[in-house]
Structure formats: structure tokens, C-alpha cells
């Protein structure tokens, strides 16, 4: 892993980063530092007008949008992504926008950037939302509690909670399910759960 | 606000689907991260300032907390703090639950159903997240373009953001296992135990 730039004493990595922060973090200095490093920064803020290609509005299933005129807050935030996704920018940061999104629009979305070979910062506190990328910084305010693979960090089942965090469910009832000895693994998706479980 | 017409008062209700909130009814008061551009104090401006404060779950260092000092979450509790001074008879929250951890959204959903069973306020919660509103109410009310289309328990709502645990639930069906619905992991966890331990029973 290559550090890209040190934002407010993080170092930005070029791996897919979830930062899951308490509520009482303020990212507007975040915001500004993203900008001045040439990312494209989502938030739910200063959305004006769809300006977005035909193709990705059909990859996102949002030509709906085109005839809209009183956007929601959600189609907002959507126009905000779509409109980024024209730029040609390395590294996409999402300032607590993506738990507002359908499952849909969210998979397609994470699914695009990653085959695109984009960078995505994620910044939450939604703890569902640790399970979409690799590498996992977690917040108090403004200082790193901890930061590792995402795999790793979630095992420290008593650190977050103690900020305020359950586990996400796939892998809390993965381990109650190691408890009583109905699986040896812990499982971080659904899917794999189920098919484990009734082969 | 029409979507509570012929609605029983004093309830907690949940708002999901596609709308825009707006009102000029001055007994509803609805909750947003407005940024307000003063210090928390002057915004509050009144004797019951602490009061509401510690009710939202803040406390009196954030009198002399100017806005830019603060998290967007902390602006939706100060607005929240706000509102129950201006005591309005309905409170809308507008995705109040975003950008809060587990253990405040928990806080939280236990003050919206102190403020409806003892302070007798209808609470109308929209969200688009139904694991947030299901042990609160048993009430949706679903709209499209600013009109009411039906209203669902939180059992069938139709929820374009399928929680996790009905998910999994969905992937066992499809495996032909007969199982319950279940919004707590540890009852489903105890299912799946029971589940797997008649099986054995059957094949041993």
C-alpha cells in the first residue's frame, strides 16, 4: 500500500477505505483537504442540476431523473454521484451519503468505482457499510483509534462497542452461530453464510 | 401536513418513500440539520436551554459552541433540542438516525417513545431505513410525490433498503427452510440452532 497524501494526521492509502467515525466528528476540514487534493467529494451539500452522461445514467438505472423536477434529498445525493462520475478522477470520497442510497444503487455504484480502479474513501457511521471495502480507519472525533484490514478491526468487538458500535450483523451472528458449533469460519456476507449452512 | 389527516394523535408513526417536507403549521415542528449561525446558546435562547440539552443527550459545554464547531449530527441534536423547547404538538424527524452510532440511534429511539407516551407528542419518523422505525411503530405510511399511497405494519412495508437480517432470512427461504421473521439477531441465531438441531434429530 502506497500512502497518497496525509489528510488531518490520516494517511490516505490507495486501497478502498471505510472511515467509520463517532457523531461527533466534524469533516468539513476533511472536506477542503479531498478538494485540494484533486478528489472528487461527495456530500449531500450544493446539489444543483443533473449533468451526467446517458450511459451512466442507464448503468445506475436513474434516467427517471431526467424528467424529475422536485428532487428529494436521495435524488440529490444521487445527481451528486452521477455528476462526479464524469470526471475523470482517481479517488472518490463519500461523506456519509452512501447509507441514504437504495442496495441497488449502492452495489452498482461500489461495483463501478472497482472496476474502474478508483480509489474509494468512504466516510460513516453506519458499521454495515465496514463490510463494502478492504481497509478500515476507525474515529473518535478526530483521532485514529485503530486502522487495518477490515477483517482484523471488526474482531475488536470491545472497542466498538465501547464507541458506540455493534458488530455488523452477517458476522455477530456468525459468531454466535461458532458458539454453538454450527460453523468453525466467520462469515462476512450473507450469502456464503447460508450456503455453508444448508449446502 | 396532510399525511396525518384522520390519524390518531399521540403516536409514533413512520414515513417512508418519496417526498420533500415541508410545512407552515406552527404545532409541527420538523427536525433538520438547519444550520443555524450563532452559538448553540443564542440559537436556543431560553431558560430551558440545559434542560433540552441533556434531553437530546448533549450537555451544557455546548452552550458556547458555535456552528462550524460541530458535527452535522450534533446540528440535527441541537435543532431536536430546539424543537422541544418550541414544544410543537407533532415532531418530525427528518432521517434523524443518519450519521449516529448504534448506541445513540437506541438513545434515541427511547426518547421519541418517552416523548409520546409522557410528553403525548405524535412523532412522525421519516427514514428509509425500516430497522430504525420497526420496534418503534407499527404504522408506515408510504407515500410517492407528496401523496399518501398506503399504510403498511412494519412487517410488509416495501422497502427498497432490505435490512441485513430479513435478507438472510430471504436467502434461507430460498432454500426451501421454513422460518420465522425475526428483527433481532439473537432470536434468529436461536431459530437457526433450533432449525439444525431438528434436522439432526431427523437424520440421526
Known sequence: ?199 | MTILNNKPKEKIYGLMGNINLTTNNTNISIVTSYKFGSTVKDYLNSPKDISSLKMVYLNETYLSKKIEELSESEIKKVNLAKTLITNPKIIVLNYFEKGLTNKEQKDYQRLFKKLSNDYHKTILIYTNDISFIWNLTKEIIYVDKNEVINTYSSDDVPSINIPPIKEFITLIRNKNINIDDYKETSDLLKAIYRIKESNNEISN
Do not use: R
Open chain 1, 1 to 199: 500500500m502506497t500512502t497518497l497524501f496525509t489528510i488531518n494526521n490520516k494517511e490516505i492509502k490507495d486501497i478502498n477505505t471505510t472511515i467509520l467515525h463517532t457523531s461527533d466528528f466534524n469533516y468539513l476540514k476533511d472536506i477542503q483537504e479531498y478538494l485540494n487534493n484533486n478528489c472528487a467529494v461527495i456530500t449531500k451539500e450544493n446539489i444543483a442540476y443533473l449533468d451526467c452522461s446517458p450511459a451512466i445514467l442507464s448503468i445506475f438505472n436513474s434516467e427517471y431523473l431526467i424528467s424529475k423536477k422536485d428532487y428529494t434529498l436521495i435524488d440529490k445525493i444521487k445527481i451528486n454521484i452521477l455528476n462526479n462520475l464524469n470526471d475523470n478522477k482517481k479517488i472518490y470520497v463519500f461523506f456519509n451519503v452512501l447509507t441514504y442510497l437504495d442496495t441497488n444503487f449502492k452495489t452498482i455504484l461500489i461495483n463501478y468505482l472497482k472496476e474502474k480502479n478508483k480509489v474509494i474513501i468512504n466516510y460513516s457511521t453506519d458499521i454495515e457499510e465496514t463490510l463494502l471495502l478492504d481497509y478500515l480507519i476507525v474515529l473518535q472525533n478526530n483521532t485514529i483509534i485503530m486502522e487495518g484490514n477490515y477483517k482484523e478491526i471488526l474482531k475488536e468487538e470491545k472497542i466498538l462497542k465501547k464507541l458506540g458500535f455493534n458488530l455488523p450483523f452477517i458476522l455477530e451472528l456468525s459468531l454466535g452461530l461458532k458458539y454453538y458449533n454450527l460453523t468453525n469460519d466467520l462469515y462476512y456476507d450473507n450469502e456464503s453464510l447460508v450456503n455453508y449452512l444448508w449446502k
